[in-house]
């Protein structure tokens, strides 16, 4: 059977293989939603469809919300093709430590549009912005989606473009998004929050400076007025508030797939796009979740409180952030991958199962990370960290592997390990010099990206922006001869990439001594690794 509206209608084949379904009317939310729309979520990727569209359809089944989410995807519209063929329909499948597996099936979802100025989809986007009942324009467009500029700090081509040529003529996904935020502006200055819930800290922050720095520049060359910037920096009018997610959510994997075909549902198999993106009419996450969103809404906000998200202050906000950003999940998530790659693993759980990867997160974490925490009250720092190490990293029912989580290494380092360095430099009791751990990633980073593993075979790399300009410094590496130190050297001086000039606060002769350790011959990352946790 197919994933369409028609087979919800036969609905006893699929009760009788336990999936959850939508209880409203799915004609009646579409109306109302299309009517006088109240979020738009930008970006049509997993974590959305698994999470908030989720949330949404239990406050439709309770009768708490009456309309849904329109989605636009301004990146790979494959996605809109292969989703909208399903008719907006998500498989949502929950996959529990326990070995349980829910399937809910999402019809929270309304529409999906494509976000390019050259198709059809932009005149209906246009109509949903210059719509004053609009709350919120949500993102999950991932970090390096809000840069502006490359590696080497030029503009980007697209963004450089589209600051010349104004809003009538964008190609950048931020520059879409001004340019839609500018027929708001035009239509009545309607109030709209823009919510980042991508993975990434002060998030708010970084998209209000994207989006002022377009209408900034739009302004010196008069394409809009003055009154458009100020209307985007006025907190009554357009909000920035800053969020936390978290929610393991990876890429559609091959068993679940299996899973719901052999319940009776067809084309379930995930797809890769021209743009590398994997697509399914399915999600696969985990069942534990968070977001935390700072509660500033100038135009009212859909209740999601009611289905669990956290409200709170942006001082708070960030706290949470920090505590699982930079100390409590994503460092570890990092090492996990930079040495799970290394170490030739294949997924996340089966690293859970490594005792020398168990204790190396377990002191980055519990040793190195959380003296310097500020509990933010509403989450405990310590049990956030035990359920991440004793239960969500060792879930042998997410498929996620060091390979996906290795993506976009270098646009990480510095939040999730400089910050913490960042914190022993200003600490009366806390000394640098004592840390073990963080030098030892900085160092298996650099280890990683000579391409060869621990068995001395060579190794594919993941996606990353600097890749180009990194790979070449370790061009002629071989185990047991030194790479060139002298560009190694300035490597770590780089702010950028490891939040703080290494050479400058002691730590670069360690992690480059580190990284020889590494280098000396097959095994030779393990040993360091048992080393450093004895």
Aim: a negative charge.
């Amino acid at each position: 059977m197919k994933l369409d509206r028609f087979t919800l209608q036969q609905a006893s084949s699929l009760v009788s293989q336990d999936f959850i379904l939508p209880q409203f009317d799915i004609a009646s939310v579409k109306a109302d939603t299309l009517a006088a729309p109240i979020w738009l979520q930008l970006g049509a990727g997993n974590i959305f469809r698994a999470f908030l569209a989720a949330d949404v359809q239990h406050l439709l089944n309770s009768g708490e919300m009456v309309k849904g989410v329109l989605v636009a995807e301004g990146y790979d519209y494959e996605i809109v093709d292969r989703l909208q063929a399903f008719d907006n329909l998500t498989v949502n499948v929950t996959l529990k430590g326990d070995g349980q597996v829910s399937q809910e099936i999402i019809a929270s979802i309304v529409d999906y549009y494509k976000m390019d100025p050259q198709m059809a989809d932009f005149k209906a986007l246009k109509a949903i912005f210059q719509s004053a009942s609009l709350q919120m324009i949500s993102l999950t467009i991932t970090e390096k989606g809000y840069s502006l500029v490359d590696g080497q700090g030029a503009l980007l081509s697209a963004v450089a473009a589209d600051f010349q040529n104004g809003p009538e003529n964008v190609t950048s996904y931020l520059g879409k998004l001004c340019a839609l935020l500018v027929e708001r502006f035009n239509a009545g200055a309607y109030p709209v929050a823009l919510v980042s819930l991508d993975n990434m800290s002060h998030n708010g922050e970084k998209l209000q400076a994207a989006i002022s720095r377009f209408a900034q520049e739009w302004a010196q060359k008069g394409f809009v007025s003055e009154a458009f910037v100020h209307y985007l920096t006025d907190g009554d009018k357009v909000s920035f508030p800053w969020s936390m997610i978290d929610k393991i959510t990876p890429r559609p994997d091959a068993s679940v797939a299996k899973l719901l075909t052999e319940a009776g549902l067809e084309e379930m198999a995930a797809q890769e796009t021209k743009k590398h993106t994997f697509v399914a009419p399915y999600v696969n996450g985990e069942e534990t979740q968070y977001l935390v969103i700072e509660d500033d809404f100038p135009n009212g906000r859909p209740p999601l409180e009611q289905a669990g998200v956290i409200f709170t202050d942006r001082r708070t906000v960030n706290l949470v952030e920090t505590m699982k950003v930079t100390t409590c999940l994503n460092p570890l998530h990092t090492t996990l991958a930079i040495f799970g790659c290394l170490l030739g693993y294949h997924s996340i759980h089966e690293e859970m199962k490594d005792q020398d990867l168990v204790a190396l997160i377990s002191q980055l974490g519990y040793q190195e990370g959380l003296p310097v925490v500020v509990d933010p009250q509403i989450l405990d720092p310590k049990q956030f960290l035990d359920e991440v190490i004793q239960v969500r990293f060792p879930n042998p029912f997410i498929p996620d592997t060091p390979q996906r989580i290795a993506t976009d290494t270098s646009q990480k380092l510095s939040v999730r390990f400089g910050e913490t360095v960042k914190a022993y430099l200003k600490s009366d009791t806390l000394d640098v010099a004592n840390l073990q751990v963080i030098p030892l990633v900085y160092a298996g980073w650099l280890r990683y990206l000579t391409g060869v593993d621990d068995e001395g075979q060579v190794m594919p790399l993941s996606p990353d922006p600097l890749l180009g300009r990194l790979t070449p410094l370790f061009a002629d590496f071989s185990l047991g001869a030194h790479s060139n130190r002298e560009a190694l050297w300035d490597l770590l001086q780089e702010e950028k990439i490891f939040g703080v000039n290494l050479v400058e606060v002691g730590l670069a002769d360690k992690v480059l001594t580190l990284f020889y350790q590494m280098s000396k011959a097959p095994g030779a990352v393990r040993q360091q690794i048992q080393q450093t946790i004895a």
